[in-house]
Nanobody, 122 residues
Framework: QVQLVESGGGLVQPGGSLRLSCAAV????????MGWYRQVPGNQRELVAT???????NYTDSVKGRFTISRDNAKNTVYLQMNSLKPEDTAVYYC????????????????WGQGTQVTVSS
């Protein structure tokens, strides 16, 4: 069984910074990408940023230039450095791991973290 252990959320003032981390603990055949999504009550979960095993990244437009996603493949850990935070970044942030179960079951399949609250407020 795989668990995603998230940390780093909290309360920060506008313009401040936070760093989220997510470690995938357990055996995974092959991870294809890791990423972060966020959700506010009443809205759908939306992509924030993803990063593939070879380091290719993708960001939603609203965070480009402010957020940076990175990963440590050896530790199966993904990070999200969030700078210049705005009140509209307030949400529950969820870690995502997209993976293949085996060569016969390439998926993709998804693991999700439990979510960590990020609140940007003065």
């Amino acid at each position: 069984q795989v668990q995603l252990v998230e940390s780093g959320g909290g309360l920060v003032q506008p313009g401040g910074s936070l760093r989220l981390s997510c470690a995938a603990v357990g055996r995974i055949f092959r991870i294809t990408s890791m990423g972060w999504y966020r959700q506010v009550p009443g809205n759908q979960r939306e992509l924030v940023a993803t990063i593939t095993t070879d380091g290719s990244t993708n960001y939603t437009d609203s965070v480009k230039g402010r957020f940076t996603i990175s990963r440590d493949n050896a530790k199966n850990t993904v990070y999200l450095q969030m700078n210049s935070l705005k009140p509209e970044d307030t949400a529950v942030y969820y870690c995502n791991v997209r993976y293949a179960r085996s060569i016969w079951y390439p998926g993709p399949y998804d693991y999700w973290g439990q979510g960590t609250q990020v609140t940007v407020s003065s």
